[in-house]
């Protein structure tokens, strides 16, 4: 049972472009959301995070959208640098409690 | 300088034996976390710690017992090792009055149950 789901495996996108990792939610109790950065033989690194009273927040190039309705947030990288390629993890979390992890989505920025 | 370290980076083991991950921050959280990330590459946690206490258990064989002795510290000890076992164990703090429920996460252990 997945609350926190992400359906793109992977995603390539040239450098310079820009680059959506999508994230579906089902539990409509969680009220913070983050997107963790990992890279190969490290842990994850946190990257940014949106309250579910917001619907954006912006740090630099990056950018993560809350859809409530829709239970759907997604982080925006523009422009997207090779330094950008690891795998991105959505998560989700309830009143300070565990929180719960997508599977993560594999970011490849082409030359 | 390291905020969250793990120690052994790698484990390979037989099945039937035990063997413990050690945890260390020095970032003064009061909070640690142990997270299993599987075959399928699901991270999920397994422990939660807050000064010392546990408060989060999740549906982990008793096998599997973690241990504080004081906030900067949590290891994780597991007893008679099985195929399954095998793993990325990562450990994380934070410290739970933050906003952002920000946690920090330690480079993990490959463990590896042959």
């Known amino acids: 049972d997945q609350q926190v789901k992400q359906n793109s495996p992977s995603l390539s996108v040239q450098e310079g472009r820009i680059s959506i990792l999508n994230c579906d939610y089902t539990?409509?109790?969680?009220?913070?959301f983050l997107w963790y950065k990992k890279y190969p033989a490290e842990g994850p690194t946190f990257l940014i995070s949106i309250s579910s009273i917001k619907d954006k927040n912006e740090d630099g190039r990056f950018t993560v959208f809350l859809n409530k309705s829709a239970k759907h947030l997604s982080l925006h990288i523009v422009p997207s640098q090779p330094g950008d390629s690891a795998v991105y993890f959505c998560a989700a979390s309830y009143r300070d409690d565990k929180i719960i992890f997508g599977k993560g989505t594999r970011l490849h920025i082409l030359p | 300088d390291t905020a969250v370290s793990q120690t052994p980076k790698y484990l390979v083991t037989q099945m039937g034996n035990d063997k413990s991950i050690k945890c260390e921050q020095n970032l003064g959280h009061d909070t640690m976390y142990w997270y299993k990330q599987d075959s399928k590459k699901f991270l999920k946690i397994m422990f939660s710690y807050n000064n010392k206490e546990l408060i989060i258990n999740e549906t982990v064989p008793n096998r599997f017992s973690p241990k504080s002795p004081d906030k900067a510290h949590l290891n994780l000890h597991i007893n008679s090792l099985e195929l399954g076992d095998s793993a990325v164990y990562f450990c994380?703090?934070?410290?739970?009055?933050?906003?952002?429920?920000?946690?920090?996460f330690g480079p993990g252990t490959r463990l590896t149950v042959l």
């Open positions: 539990n409509s109790m969680f009220d913070y």
């Open positions: 994380a703090s934070s410290q739970k009055d933050r906003v952002n429920n920000e946690q920090f």
